[in-house]
């Protein structure tokens, strides 16, 4: 491929991220709102038992189940359709799967709204004798949240029909639309009425709908395509099966990880705020993994689909290695500088209300090692969609039964010798997790490098070197600045609580800034001039 026309890929997937990159800027911003009104005004115990039983590990969990295996499989299938058939085969095999999806869904809700107590039982450790208000709580927030896993699972079909067509935008910014309406309805609920749980539940069912309205939006012109088909036969419908059967089993195991680490093994503590704290640990490091290596993936899978159709495995591999350095100098600083800084920004994120100095300590130990998976998660993210560019799914699938059962036997060993100790146990937790995602990594990268040129050796480990010392460098002299301006200067200034937060945030930003800057230049890390010059020459090119 000429430079010519490299250029204009590169420049093509930037424009794309650039789209998607402003809807995920307004959907982690409402999700940041979102965690912080809910940590205001929800009680630790509400907050476990609504959303992270019954919202997280039940009906997102459910979604994700779609998302994570339909929507890889079914772009590629229906790009290909669209390609070498025509549009109209490509909307018969897109309407079967919505049929099928809409049947699959009424009846997993229906489930869900006459067997809640079932569902909880298999989620937790409670039961009727158990923690029997928990319970209660729990079964009766499952029930009333069951039609939201219609309206968001709908939406995964219809992102993805987005992306058929190149409108990223719409697509992103349904999610947006989702997390502004729950915000909407929990603070229409401070003010307005005393039962802010059911509010919630109510707001996240209201988004749910909402998100399906925007891309229904989106695909305006196509809404005379829709209709009711069941077409099994159809060519296009049976590869969507095969590529799809294996992920889908892969999928099930890690929400069956995620599961036993957010709600069941930390349930059976009996101690309120455990979930709470994994799961808002989590909200930081999952706003920078959409906001960039998601985004981008996304951007490029459809690129990535036309490359292997044209059987470019070279080209695929320079924009994986050229992305992938690129993602591995933001992150790698970035999650050392959120390690050295993890209790004063979770005290500025979070704290106040129900949201106490307890909640800020075990959330900043969740928060610090979570974030430090974002180098690997940002390598993963784009080695996932070369996979399902070459519709690869058995190797990534066995891969993610692999490490999520590592996790699992992590936390259930953590629970079984240190489970009095819940600080540790959520530090073990999190730890695991974010270990064995760069294992995973790992292994991904050494199966596609088997016809893919990704990350030459040499090269790939003297960078990580560098960038290791930097970072490392500029990590402890940061974490110095600010012990010794908390000494010394802050009593002089009288700075305490946010203030004082909000200062060592600033201060230890601003050394960590310069020494890491200083040292990219001196050790020639490259990467992070290429990230902000191919951003700043695009928003140039806008201007003009």
Same mark, same amino acid.
């Given at each position: 491929?000429?430079?010519? #026309?490299?250029?204009?890929?590169?420049?093509?997937?930037?424009?794309?991220?650039?789209?998607?990159?402003?809807?995920?800027?307004?959907?982690?911003?409402?999700?940041?709102?979102?965690?912080?009104?809910?940590?205001? &005004?929800?009680?630790?115990?509400?907050?476990?038992?609504?959303?992270?039983v019954?919202?997280?590990?039940?009906?997102?969990?459910?979604?994700?189940?779609?998302?994570?295996?339909?929507g890889?499989?079914?772009?590629?299938?229906?790009?290909?359709?669209?390609?070498?058939?025509?549009?109209?085969s490509?909307?018969?095999?897109?309407?079967?799967?919505?049929?099928?999806?809409?049947?699959?869904?009424?009846?997993?809700?229906?489930?869900?709204?006459?067997?809640?107590?079932?569902?909880?039982?298999?989620?937790?450790?409670?039961?009727?004798?158990?923690?029997?208000?928990?319970?209660?709580?729990a079964?009766?927030?499952?029930?009333?949240?069951?039609?939201?896993?219609?309206?968001?699972?709908?939406?995964?079909?219809?992102?993805?029909?987005?992306?058929?067509?190149?409108r990223?935008?719409?697509?992103?910014?349904?999610?947006?639309?989702? #997390?502004f309406?729950v915000?909407?309805f929990?603070?229409?609920?401070?003010?307005?009425?005393?039962?802010?749980?059911?509010?919630?539940?109510?707001?996240?069912v209201?988004?749910?709908?909402?998100?399906v309205?925007?891309?229904?939006?989106?695909?305006?012109?196509?809404?005379?395509?829709?209709?009711?088909?069941?077409?099994?036969?159809?060519?296009?419908?049976?590869?969507?099966?095969?590529?799809?059967?294996?992920?889908?089993?892969?999928?099930?195991?890690?929400?069956?990880?995620?599961?036993?680490?957010?709600? &069941?093994i930390?349930?059976?503590?009996?101690?309120?705020?455990?979930?709470?704290?994994?799961?808002?640990?989590?909200?930081?490091?999952?706003?920078?993994?959409?906001?960039?290596?998601?985004?981008?993936?996304?951007?490029?899978?459809?690129?990535?689909c036309?490359?292997?159709?044209?059987?470019?495995?070279?080209?695929?591999?320079?924009?994986?290695?050229r992305?992938?350095?690129?993602?591995?100098?933001?992150f790698?600083?970035?999650?050392?500088?959120?390690?050295?800084?993890?209790?004063p920004?979770?005290?500025?994120?979070? #704290?106040?209300?129900?949201?106490?100095?307890?909640?800020?300590?075990?959330?900043? $130990?969740?928060?610090?090692l979570?974030?430090?998976?974002?180098?690997?998660?940002?390598?993963?993210?784009?080695?996932?969609?070369?996979?399902?560019?070459?519709?690869?799914?058995?190797?990534?699938?066995?891969?993610?039964?692999?490490?999520?059962?590592?996790?699992?036997?992590?936390?259930?060993?953590?629970?079984?010798?240190?489970?009095?100790?819940d600080?540790?146990?959520?530090?073990?937790?999190?730890?695991?997790f974010?270990?064995?995602?760069?294992?995973?990594?790992?292994?991904?990268?050494?199966?596609?490098?088997?016809?893919?040129?990704?990350?030459?050796?040499?090269?790939?480990?003297?960078?990580?070197?560098?960038?290791?010392?930097?970072?490392?460098?500029?990590?402890? $002299?940061?974490?110095?600045?600010?012990?010794?301006a908390?000494?010394?200067?802050?009593?002089?200034?009288?700075?305490?609580?946010?203030?004082?937060?909000?200062?060592?945030?600033?201060?230890?930003?601003?050394?960590?800034?310069?020494?890491?800057?200083?040292?990219?230049?001196?050790?020639?890390?490259?990467?992070?001039?290429?990230?902000?010059?191919?951003?700043?020459?695009k928003?140039?090119?806008?201007?003009?």
């Amino acid at each position: 491929m000429g430079n010519g #026309k490299k250029g204009v890929l590169e420049k093509n997937i930037f424009k794309a991220g650039v789209f998607v990159l402003v809807a995920h800027l307004l959907f982690k911003l409402a999700g940041l709102i979102q965690a912080k009104v809910m940590g205001h &005004y929800l009680p630790q115990e509400t907050f476990d038992v609504v959303y992270a039983v019954a919202f997280e590990n039940c009906i997102y969990m459910l979604f994700l189940l779609g998302e994570e295996s339909l929507g890889p499989s079914f772009l590629p299938v229906f790009m290909r359709e669209m390609d070498t058939e025509s549009e109209a085969s490509a909307w018969t095999f897109a309407n079967t799967v919505l049929t099928i999806q809409l049947i699959l869904l009424l009846a997993v809700s229906a489930v869900l709204m006459l067997c809640p107590h079932w569902v909880v039982s298999c989620l937790t450790t409670w039961s009727a004798s158990h923690s029997p208000e928990k319970f209660e709580l729990a079964a009766q927030s499952v029930r009333t949240l069951a039609p939201a896993v219609i309206g968001l699972s709908l939406g995964t079909t219809t992102y993805v029909l987005l992306n058929g067509y190149k409108r990223f935008f719409l697509a992103a910014f349904g999610d947006a639309v989702w #997390k502004f309406c729950v915000v909407a309805f929990l603070v229409a609920g401070a003010f307005l009425s005393k039962n802010s749980a059911a509010m919630l539940m109510w707001g996240l069912v209201a988004g749910a709908l909402c998100k399906v309205a925007t891309h229904l939006f989106g695909l305006r012109d196509k809404l005379p395509q829709f209709r009711f088909t069941l077409d099994f036969r159809h060519p296009a419908f049976k590869r969507l099966c095969w590529l799809m059967l294996p992920l889908f089993v892969g999928i099930i195991v890690a929400k069956i990880r995620d599961i036993f680490n957010g709600s &069941y093994i930390l349930s059976a503590l009996d101690e309120s705020g455990l979930m709470q704290a994994n799961s808002m640990g989590r909200k930081f490091q999952s706003t920078f993994l959409f906001l960039v290596p998601h985004t981008l993936a996304i951007a490029v899978f459809p690129f990535f689909c036309e490359l292997v159709d044209q059987n470019d495995q070279r080209k695929l591999g320079e924009l994986l290695t050229r992305f992938g350095r690129m993602l591995m100098a933001l992150f790698i600083p970035l999650s050392l500088f959120v390690a050295v800084v993890s209790v004063p920004l979770t005290s500025v994120l979070f #704290k106040g209300g129900h949201f106490d100095a307890t909640a800020v300590q075990r959330t900043s $130990i969740s928060l610090s090692l979570y974030t430090a998976v974002l180098p690997a998660a940002a390598i993963e993210a784009l080695l996932m969609r070369a996979f399902f560019a070459n519709r690869r799914m058995v190797s990534v699938t066995l891969m993610g039964i692999i490490f999520s059962g590592l996790s699992v036997a992590i936390s259930w060993l953590g629970l079984r010798y240190f489970g009095t100790y819940d600080l540790l146990l959520l530090g073990i937790i999190a730890g695991g997790f974010t270990l064995t995602r760069y294992f995973k990594s790992l292994a991904l990268i050494g199966l596609l490098r088997k016809n893919t040129p990704i990350f030459p050796f040499a090269s790939t480990l003297l960078f990580l070197l560098r960038m290791a010392v930097v970072s490392a460098l500029a990590g402890g $002299i940061g974490w110095w600045s600010g012990k010794a301006a908390e000494k010394w200067l802050f009593p002089t200034l009288k700075l305490t609580g946010l203030k004082g937060d909000l200062a060592t945030i600033l201060i230890v930003g601003a050394v960590f800034s310069v020494i890491f800057l200083a040292g990219a230049v001196l050790f020639r890390i490259g990467e992070i001039r290429d990230f902000f010059d191919v951003i700043t020459a695009k928003l140039k090119k806008r201007k003009v």
